[in-house]
């Protein structure tokens, strides 16, 4: 029964420090878009790749 004693405030302080972040995450604008990432993914935005590099020549009076 003792320990109650320790894990009820251990279990509080936890809780707030859980509160806090999610605060905080709220505030930092974590939670603004919900949708917009789940569907860029689906968007068809393919860009060809850049064409090579040309390869440097070595000199002729080698």
């Not at 930092?28 to 590099?53: K, N, S």
Request: overall charge negative; aromatic content about 4%.
């Amino acid at each position: 029964m003792n320990i109650l004693l320790l894990l009820i405030p251990i279990s509080l302080v936890l809780l707030g420090i859980a509160i806090a972040a999610f605060v905080w995450a709220v505030k930092r604008g974590q939670f603004d878009d919900l949708d917009t990432p789940a569907l860029d993914i689906l968007e068809d935005d393919d860009r060809p790749a850049p064409p090579p590099a040309p390869a440097p020549r070595e000199p002729r009076g080698s």
